[in-house]
């Protein structure tokens, strides 16, 4: 049972990130918690539960991934096409109220730790990607 926990699934998404995607703070929470589970993981698109929340909007599990007990979800982690949690964040924050709640809250944090105005140098790619595929709001 413990090897499904955490065997790949859909795109390679562990538990933790399809938790991460669906915004369920306390299976994210009990997960992270867990020794065998690893924050900065990867699904096959190179993207974290902390990219994949971001994406969504999940303000409250963002929050956890970066600033749990057990998780400090690296910030700084690019997908597969460059991006990052901020830039995914900034890209749907033009169409989706709650990722723009993600993205002030991600600003924030690099501002803490890197200085005021840090400019996110792959947020253009990730708004590209989002004028190619015209997602929308979940």
Known sequence: VESELYAPRVFGQSALMRASWKGDHDAVELLA???GASVNAKDTRGRTALMISSERGHLNVVRL??????????MDAEDKCGNTALSLASARAKRCFHAMRVEAFLREKYDELWGPNYDDPHADEAEDTYNRYDRFCW
């Not at 991934?65 to 690296?74: E, K, N, Q, Y």
Request: proline share 8%.
């Open 33 to 35: 918690a867990d020794p």
């Open 65 to 74: 991934l970066v600033g749990g007990d057990h998780c400090g979800a690296d």
